[in-house]
């Protein structure tokens, strides 16, 4: 029993942070015992096939057929040949239409720069889809992700302390850079809140999560405010489209069920047979419905079509809005959607090990992967000593209690993350003011009050 719990968490612990445990493999993958890089930790890849790149493929197409089924039944089918060509009325019909395209254009383009979004140097996996077409879609209306291998990789503090005598970079516990060796990043240093895509085997600067949705990376800031933007669009595009169609469907809808419970031939074929609940009381109502429409001849193909895209449609704005209100509850605090699935983890894992009564050996690989997990990251600080001139180096560590990730206020977390200044450039562009002079604090060095 303890050793299938020791398997199962291993397991856990090597999916979230991409460490293997087994016993067999050296104890640390990125360095050897003397601090360098270690050339024969093979690339963790893991590759296999990911659920989330599945539906990435699947999940778009999805959205685009229903797209285009909404889109005729709201302005092919009602607005232009009920409400145009049989009433006659132009101008309720624009006032109408022109609202409703717009925020659906506006829509659009906010998925799309999310969907088309692109590393500035493509990979050699995307090689070939970077021609013709894809390439100018890619570059017209993607968005670009932030380079993850950045010629300076310190911290810009300028704020804080004058002069450029004083540095901070992320590492380690001991002063070594970070370093990823999965997938094909080959040990490329890391900087502050860079994060590996395993579904696109890279890493990415400011990692939030891989979405489904766009079969893409949503990352702050390139993609995370269109992200935002698209699940906002949902609930009033839903609202305005379909405002015309609520009423004379939930009229169809009513009668529709009315005979559905009180036809005698569908109770005998359905209702009482005991097959009708396999598939539980929702799959029974639907198999119902279907046949009811079939009877009813006076029931037009268009009502229970309306019926089926509209309750799809109350279904996305559901997803959307919780998604769009857990990000926006993770991005008040300063934290990204990643952080807080790694809080979890760590969180969990804290509680195993609390539990098992593991071997040192054991004990070990586990506690590896808490401090992978942990709220702790470390800086290393350098600086020209103003009293004797010499540089000084310390490695300061900073949690997430103290600030390493809030921008002290609601209102400057979200400004960081959907508002980025355009004038950022570096890599720390998240690393708050606050976390930075608290880094220069610890470290005993004057900055500017």
Wanted: with cysteine; hydrophobic share 40%.
């Amino acid at each position: 029993m303890v050793q299938e719990a020791l398997s199962s968490l291993r397991q856990r612990i090597s999916q979230s942070t991409g460490i293997n445990t087994a016993r067999q493999e050296p104890e640390d993958p990125i360095r050897s015992h003397d601090g360098k890089p270690n050339s024969h930790a093979p690339p963790n890849s893991r590759r296999g096939i990911r659920l989330n790149r599945v539906l990435g493929r699947i999940v778009p197409i999805i959205l685009l057929v229903y797209v285009a089924n909404a889109y005729d039944l709201v302005v092919v089918r009602h607005a232009y040949r009920q409400v145009y060509l049989q009433q006659g009325r132009l101008l309720p019909l624009g006032l109408w239409l022109v609202p409703t395209h717009a925020l659906f254009l506006w829509s659009l383009r906010a998925y799309l720069r999310v969907f088309f979004a692109h590393s500035q140097t493509p990979s050699r996996s995307h090689t070939n889809n970077q021609n013709g077409v894809l390439a100018w879609l890619r570059s017209g209306l993607g968005a670009t992700f932030a380079d993850p291998d950045p010629a300076d990789t310190t911290i810009s503090i300028a704020s804080v302390v004058q002069g450029n005598d004083v540095t901070v970079e992320l590492c380690s516990a001991d002063g070594q850079p970070v370093r990823c060796w999965r997938d094909s990043c080959n040990g490329r240093i890391k900087t502050f809140r860079m994060r590996h895509c395993g579904d696109c085997a890279t890493c990415r600067v400011g990692f939030d999560h891989h979405c489904a949705w766009f079969d893409n990376d949503v990352t702050a800031p390139s993609t995370l405010r269109p992200f935002i933007s698209f699940l906002l669009s949902i609930p009033p595009l839903y609202a305005l489209g379909f405002a015309p169609l609520f009423r004379p469907t939930w009229r169809s809808f009513c009668g529709l069920a009315a005979s559905a419970a009180s036809d005698a031939h569908i109770a005998e074929v359905w209702w009482g047979r005991w097959y009708s609940w396999v598939g539980g009381p929702v799959l029974r109502w639907i198999v119902a419905l279907s046949l009811a429409s079939r009877r009813r001849r006076e029931q037009t193909p268009d009502a229970v079509r309306a019926s089926v895209v509209i309750a799809l449609g109350a279904v996305f704005v559901l997803i959307a809005s919780a998604l769009a209100a857990s990000s926006l509850g993770s991005l008040r605090r300063g934290l990204l959607t990643v952080d807080v699935e790694r809080a979890k983890a760590y969180a969990r894992l804290q509680r195993q090990m609390q539990k098992l009564d593991a071997i040192r050996e054991e004990k070990d690989a586990l506690q590896k992967g808490l401090d992978s997990l942990g709220p702790t990251q470390h800086f290393r600080i350098s600086w020209m000593d103003p009293d004797t001139g010499e540089a000084r180096t310390e490695v300061v560590a900073l949690s997430i209690d103290d600030g390493l990730l809030s921008h002290a206020s609601t209102a400057a977390n979200l400004r960081a993350f959907l508002m980025p200044s355009r004038s950022t450039s570096r890599p720390g562009w998240d690393l708050s003011e606050p976390a930075i002079r608290s880094l220069l604090t610890k470290a005993t060095i004057p900055v500017h009050t």
